[in-house]
Structure formats: structure tokens, C-alpha cells
């Protein structure tokens, strides 16, 4: 029953990482190379963020213990993930191709590597155990929907390069970049003043991940047509 368990958690994972490689054409640039190296840029990033959050910032556990919660200083904390669009923009930029395979190349890998790092050894050493908890195929689906996140992060990056980028859309682009490092902060915040369950903040997650994505796939679209 274990192994059962370990075993849909990772199809859980895996299907839509393998789904979206081979099935959406990017597999015909032969550009696994390019997702490793993408997945390298992924835990290089965060090694520097790492870096400037242990220099920068102080430790604020004892804040968390005593009640206190500083808004401030989580903004700046969020705010070192802006090194998260410049670790995608190298990724795009090393691989050739079209807008599409760039995206997708850039997406899957900076995906694979954050489920490497974040959720292997939880799945590893949680989903194998003798009890069945919900709290893992929970993960399994918020991996998901971070690879959706990141691929409409790699789309936006994408078009803010592009000089033939419509201007009606410049502000657009900016403006979901801007906000992009504070994702996560606004959603915990919606979800901390509605209370929200585990399974409703996955859900507002997914809403509002979606409603970025095809906002970025509709400009996505009108400029490639133009370049047609």
C-alpha cells in the first residue's frame, strides 16, 4: 500500500513534466541538454538567493514565535525572488529556437529542478510511510500548478525581450513581472484573511496562476501572429 501510495504521487508529479516535453514539440529540438542546464540555472539561483537572504536579512523566527509579523521585511524577503526572472531570462537565452521551444525548454526545466529540490525528499521519505496522508498529494498538485507558474513567468520574460512587442501590452508585461516575486505573499495574505483550508489555497493558487498564464499565452499569440 505504501509503494502504491509513492507510486501515484509520483505519476502525480511526473505525467505532466513528461506530458509537456513530449507532446508539445519541444522534444523534436532535442533539448534535454538544455532542460538540465535551465535546471541548473534553477539551483544556482537559489543558492544566490540563499546567499542574500543569510547576509541581508535577519533571522525572524523568534517573531514568528512570539506573534510578531513583520509585513516589511517579507517584502523584501520577496523580493529577492526578482533573481528568479534573471536566472530565467539566461535560460531563455540559451536556448535557440523559436518563442515556443524557448518557453517551454525554460519552463520544464526550472519545473523539474524545483520538484528535485523541494519535493523529492518529502515524497521520498513522507509518501512511503505506513500511514496515508492527504498532505502529499497535495504537494503532487502544487507542483503542477508551479509548472504552469512557470511557464507563463518564462512567456512574460519572453515578450518583455521582444522590441516588437505591441505597446498596448508593454504595461502588461511589466506589470506581472513586477509582481511576480510577491505571488506567493499575496495569495498567503488573501488566504490568511478568508482563512482558507490547504485545499482552498491550492485552489485560489491554481485560479490565480491560470488567469497569469493565459494572459501571457493571449499576448503570446497576438505576437506570434505578427511574426508570421
Not at 502525480?12 to 535546471?39: F, R
Not at 546567499?51 to 514565535?65: E, K, M, V, W
Not at 485545499?199 to 496562476?209: D, E, N, P, R, S
Request: proline letters at 3%.
Amino acid at each position: 500500500m505504501t509503494l502504491y501510495h509513492f507510486g501515484n504521487c509520483l505519476a502525480l508529479i511526473l505525467a505532466p513534466y513528461h506530458m509537456a516535453y513530449k507532446y508539445s514539440g519541444i522534444s523534436e529540438y532535442a533539448t534535454l541538454s538544455k532542460c538540465v542546464y535551465a535546471g541548473g540555472l534553477y539551483i544556482f539561483t537559489q543558492l544566490c538567493k540563499m546567499l542574500l537572504l543569510a547576509t541581508f536579512f535577519p533571522d525572524t523566527d523568534s517573531n514568528y514565535i512570539t506573534g510578531q509579523y513583520n509585513v516589511f521585511l517579507e517584502i523584501l524577503k520577496a523580493t529577492v525572488d526578482l533573481a528568479d526572472l534573471l536566472g530565467m531570462y539566461f535560460a531563455l537565452n540559451s536556448v535557440p529556437g523559436k518563442g515556443h521551444a524557448k518557453i517551454l525548454t525554460s519552463a520544464v526545466g526550472w519545473a523539474c529542478a524545483e520538484v528535485l529540490v523541494s519535493r523529492s525528499i518529502l515524497l521520498w521519505v513522507g509518501a512511503r510511510g505506513s500511514e496515508f496522508d492527504w498532505k502529499y498529494v497535495r504537494s503532487c498538485a502544487e507542483s503542477n500548478v508551479a509548472l504552469l507558474q512557470h511557464s507563463a513567468t518564462a512567456a512574460l520574460v519572453w515578450l518583455w525581450t521582444r522590441s516588437d512587442l505591441p505597446r498596448k501590452h508593454s504595461p502588461i508585461v511589466v506589470s506581472l513581472l513586477a509582481i511576480t516575486p510577491y505571488k506567493g505573499l499575496i495569495e498567503d495574505a488573501i488566504g490568511s484573511v478568508l482563512s482558507l483550508s490547504a485545499w482552498a489555497m491550492l485552489g485560489l493558487k491554481a485560479i490565480h496562476t491560470t488567469a497569469i498564464s493565459l494572459t501571457a499565452l493571449g499576448m503570446y499569440a497576438v505576437l506570434a501572429q505578427q511574426i508570421q
